[in-house]
């Protein structure tokens, strides 16, 4: 299922997938697959991209 | 002294290998994301598998045709680089070949620059030697498994840049 949370969360902060990738330390492609429900992340990088979005875990992935 | 050396030799060496394996696996540890580590994992397990049925597949040849199939050499290359090549193709296939902050651009024309060179060398290769020896038993040269594998990788790494900077610009 499509994250579109993250999505517009990320839009909201101008940024790209690659600025979120460099600030949480993945690559571009892992959160490109967060976005598209083709992969599950851990808790840690979960929190790691509530905190650069400024959301909480339920905002972005909660269902 | 010279008594002790037998033993002292092997303990040493297998300290050397432990520290040289802990620091590529900490290394390892720092350079890939947990995605990727996840595709690498699986990707190791398939190289494993077709290890596995690589072997098997050989000695029942073996059993079969009462003698081997192939030179030990073109056996070598072949446990080496099947296994490489399904690592490679998956790794590289599911963005888990090049870490966070290296180039993924840069790696596939790596790739590419090596596999051509070697395939191009395994080419003059099989024709000054031909593919077969006098006993009858297949001798591939060592590029000629490897050229293949590195030159795919990269193809598909170029590929799936190209499809990124699509993916981007929508």
Known sequence: MKNLRLKAARAAKDLSQEALANLVGVSRQTINAIERGDYNPTIRLCIDICKVLGKTLDELFWE | ?170
């Not at chain 2, 300290?15 to 540890?29: D, H, K, Q, R």
């Not at chain 2, 595709?39 to 049925?53: P, S, T």
């Not at chain 2, 020896?133 to 001798?139: A, I, K, R, S, Y």
């Open chain 2, 1 to 170: 002294m010279g008594a002790f050396i037998p033993v002292i030799l092997p303990i040493c060496i297998g300290l050397i290998f432990l520290g040289i394996a802990i620091a590529l696996a900490s290394l390892e540890a720092n350079r890939y994301d947990e995605r990727q580590k996840l595709v690498r994992g699986n990707a190791y397990a398939a190289a494993f598998h077709i290890l596995l049925i690589y072997t098997l597949a050989t000695h029942l040849a073996e059993i079969w045709l009462e003698r081997p199939w192939c030179t030990p050499m073109t056996n070598i290359s072949l446990s080496l680089y099947l296994p490489l090549g399904a690592f490679l193709l998956i790794a590289v296939g599911k963005d888990a070949y090049t870490r966070p902050k290296g180039s993924p651009r840069r790696t596939g024309v790596a790739l590419l620059i090596a596999g051509g060179i070697m395939l191009a060398y395994a080419v003059f290769e099989w024709k000054r030697r031909g593919i077969l020896t006098p006993e009858g038993l297949v001798d591939l040269p060592l590029h000629f498994l490897a050229g293949p594998v590195f030159l795919l990788s990269g193809l598909l790494q170029l590929w799936r840049c190209r499809r990124a900077a699509k993916e981007d610009q929508k």
